[in-house]
């Protein structure tokens, strides 16, 4: 079995496979278009950190040089008044291209939308703030840490390019060999630089790793401050089981649709022709008893296929959305079931509220049922600012118990996945209330 | 009725599609068009103007209720068209809504089930053709199983011709079936009338559609 795939940069450092994966090249990639982010940064911040820089000789020498002192104050003050502004392009910008790095999804605060909200949150947010923090590392550290890794990789590329130049550069007009200084040995001729490019090969993974460590680092520092963390990865495992159950959904929606035009047409088409050929027999003949038999099978047979289909995508659902369908679902019931739909609820909902919806009515119906020993049930649905409620109460013997198997917990799960919760109220003795509540937007 | 019933079609499942009008060709039906969608079908309706319609619920492109809207299309246009919906599951909703279309009369909605038995299905066509109103006696029955006021006041024999006369059944029809005589169901019907508080009338749609209506209020 193949080893699980590294999904971001840090992880593929650790990986055995880093040098002869994808990876490199990302973090080369990723390396590279940050240039001009900090280029352009560093340019932006250069009075800040030219006066910060010029404060710290002073205070190195043990000097307190006033207007320096004044400079340094009043500019910094002013990057704490535009900085948090002045962040939010970098922001967005290193956002997107932490993708190249980390495909992991980053997600900033929620923003309002514009005007003097937007400029609120920009000053108010603790969030504006880490953003400004990049801004300033961007500004500072990250010159020095890209300048290091230039540097090595400019030391690489002059020993493996060392033939070459020596032979280039070998001799002068005067036909006397030049001599080529390479860290503190001299090179002449290209086969003493030989070992030059052998080193510089044996470093390029070196330079590989160097170059994975600088991004991950960027990537790690960008994700801390610009994303939110840990939240967010916890937003795409719930996002994750919501596409999860959208695709359960899509695939019984399949299975039905299947069913529908394939066995249901089918059938009915045999029944079909069962029928006409009863028309043709007297009704006392062993044939026609026979046929008689068939006929009545298939009619069995529908009404079982009809049920199957039901209970994998109940179509009443899908044609005429909720209220109707748990109105036919009432129907349904062994039980005495009063279904009582609040002002505001809507026909239609998006398709996981409704099946969500429709599992839960239809599982706790089932349980009052099986368990409950109730005689009347009712099923209410309301719908309050962004939360639809649905709600099942049976006038059983109550005592219903999550943890007993009544399959209350596959459907807490099954609520939880689109984001809503289940609440129980079931003591000894009853009466039983289920309350299912789903987010949705109006 | 004239001699030769004109119908068209519509059904998207060509094997059904083309069993059903080999069978209404047995019938003086005349098949005009057969088509597999609702636009199919209001174009051949409007090029045709036949004496039966004939459609399926569910047919492409949307697969949910094309029929259904084709027919209420039809009866919108024309209240007396006579239209005949088939649908392989049980629907109250769309009962009412077929009931409430254009006068209420000449209308069917059947489950498909009932080719089964093809005297029976095409009699219910003859039905609807003739004027009458047929409900499938399963929406019916689905209806009538958890009403408790005032049908549970009604006794089990009452509930059975009550049943009966929803199908859309004479009062000797329903005797027939019911091996009593016809002035025994009079009876019956005049006491379930009374118990449900509607007057009596001889008209048998009417009955069928007083009671529908009713039992349509109930949610």
Redesign the interface.
């Known amino acids: 079995m193949p080893a699980e795939q590294p999904h971001h940069l840090l992880a593929a450092l650790a990986s055995r496979r880093f040098l002869v994966s994808g990876w490199p090249w990302r973090a080369a990639a990723y390396v590279l278009t940050a240039l001009p982010v900090i280029g352009v940064a560093a340019l932006l911040l250069s009075p800040v950190t030219l006066s910060w820089a010029a404060t710290f000789r002073f205070a190195a020498d043990g000097r307190f040089h006033l207007p320096v002192l004044a400079v340094t104050a009043f500019l910094t003050m002013a990057l704490g008044g535009v900085g948090t502004v002045l962040a939010a392009p970098f922001a967005a910008l290193e956002r997107r291209r932490l993708r190249i790095a980390d495909p992991r999804p980053v997600e900033p605060g929620p923003r309002p939308a514009a005007g003097t909200a937007w400029l609120a949150a920009r000053y108010g947010e603790a969030s504006s703030w880490q953003e400004l923090l990049y801004l300033v590392l961007l500004g500072t550290v990250a010159p020095i840490a890209y300048s290091l890794l230039a540097f090595a990789a400019f030391l690489v590329a002059v020993f493996i390019v060392s033939p070459l130049l020596v032979w280039w550069d070998g001799t002068d007009l005067d036909g006397v060999a030049d001599t080529i200084a390479l860290g503190p040995w001299q090179v002449t001729t290209p086969a003493q630089a030989i070992p030059y490019l052998v080193l510089g090969l044996a470093l390029l993974p070196v330079l590989a790793y160097l170059t994975g460590l600088l991004a991950a680092g960027h990537a790690a520092t960008a994700r801390a401050l610009l994303g939110h963390g840990e939240q967010a990865e916890l937003r795409e495992v719930a996002r994750s089981r919501t596409r999860l159950v959208d695709a359960f959904d899509a695939e019984r929606r399949r299975i039905e ?1 299947d069913l ?2 394939g066995a ?3 059938l ?2 045999l ?6 050929a ?2 043709d027999l007297p009704d006392d003949t062993p044939a026609a008893q026979a046929l008689d038999r068939a ?1 009545a099978e ?2 069995d047979l ?2 079982l296929l ?1 049920d199957l ?2 209970g994998i995508s109940p ?2 659902l ?3 959305g909720l209220p ?1 369908a748990l ?2 679902l ?3 019931s062994p039980l ?2 009063t ?1 009582a739909v609040g002002p505001g609820v809507a026909d239609r909902y998006p398709t996981r509220v409704e099946n969500t919806a429709y599992f839960a009515a239809s599982e706790a119906l089932g349980n009052v049922a099986k368990h409950a020993g109730a005689a009347t049930a009712t099923v209410r649905l309301a719908h309050r600012h962004d939360t639809l409620v649905v709600e099942v109460h049976d006038d059983g013997r109550g005592g219903a118990d999550p943890a007993g198997g009544t399959g209350l917990t596959g459907l807490a799960d099954r609520v939880a996945a689109v984001g809503g919760r289940l609440l129980l109220s079931s003591p000894a003795g009853g009466p039983t209330l289920v309350r299912v509540e789903l987010p949705c937007l109006p | 009725m004239p001699a030769v019933t004109r119908v068209v079609l519509a059904e998207d499942g060509v094997l059904l599609r083309e069993g059903l009008a080999g069978v209404l060709q047995r019938f003086d039906f005349t098949v005009v068009a057969a088509v597999g969608d609702g636009a199919a079908l209001l174009d051949a309706v409007a090029a045709e103007d036949p004496d039966l319609v004939i459609t399926d619920i569910r047919m492409p492109p949307s697969f949910t209720d094309e029929g259904l809207r084709a027919a209420l299309a039809l009866r919108a246009a024309a209240p007396d068209r006579a239209v005949v919906v088939l649908s392989q599951y049980v629907q109250a909703e769309y009962a009412a809504q077929l009931l409430d279309s254009g006068n209420g009369r000449r209308i069917g909605y059947l489950l498909k089930d009932r080719v089964v038995d093809i005297a029976e299905f095409v009699g219910a066509l003859r039905t609807v053709v003739g004027g009458g109103t047929v409900i499938d006696p399963d929406v019916v029955r689905r209806l009538l199983q958890h009403r408790r006021d005032p049908v549970a006041e009604l006794s089990p024999r009452e509930r059975e011709v009550l049943a009966l006369v929803a199908e859309g059944h004479s009062n000797a029809a329903i005797a027939r079936r019911l091996t009593v005589t016809e002035a025994a169901v009079g009876k019956h019907v005049g006491n379930i009338l009374t118990k449900l508080g509607l007057p009596p009338t001889d008209d048998t749609n009417r009955r069928v559609l007083a009671v529908l209506a009713y039992l349509r209020a109930r949610s």
């Not at chain 1, 029944?271 to 006409?276: E, F």
């Open positions: 649709r529908h035009d249901q047409h089918r009915t088409s029944s079909l022709q069962l029928g006409v009863r028309l006929r298939a009619k529908m009404v009809r289909v039901h179509q009443t899908a044609d005429l109707a109105r036919d009432a129907d349904r005495d079931v279904v």
